[in-house]
């Protein structure tokens, strides 16, 4: 029910932007997390978008921007000044009724993404 697209590589500095599409979903009435995984490591919180609010994870502050196209039902990651350490598998994820309070954790999510690879490497 979530499709996520847009990655690929880029070269430090550049910029990437991601979408997640949906499906038998109505995404302006969900809480829609961005997550990501590096092989090996734990999946962890890029930022999240809710009405009104979005919310980002301290290392992404200010390079990367979410924002909502409800007429067309999707959510874009904008990311800017990449770094390789941004390097990873970015995953979209949706949530209805979840507390804004629980937005980064991996758990309060229902649906997910398949995700897409981003490499920054020059």
């Known amino acids: 029910q979530l499709q996520a697209s847009g990655g690929g590589l880029v070269q430090p500095g550049g910029s990437l932007r991601l979408s997640c599409a949906a499906s038998g979903l109505t995404f302006s009435s969900y809480v829609v997390g961005w997550f990501r995984q590096v092989l090996g490591k734990e999946r962890e919180f890029v930022g999240a978008?809710?009405?009104?609010?979005?919310n980002y994870e301290d290392s992404v502050k200010g390079r990367f921007i979410i924002s909502r196209d409800n007429a067309a039902n999707i959510v874009s990651l904008q990311m800017n000044s990449l770094k390789p350490e941004d390097t990873a598998t970015y995953y979209c994820?949706?949530?209805?009724?979840?507390?804004?309070?629980?937005?980064?954790?991996?758990?309060?999510?229902?649906?997910w993404g398949q995700g897409t690879l981003v490499t920054v490497s020059s």
């Open positions: 994820a949706a949530a209805s009724g979840v507390i804004w309070s629980n937005r980064r954790s991996v758990g309060a999510y229902k649906y």
């Open positions: 978008i809710g009405r009104g609010h979005t």
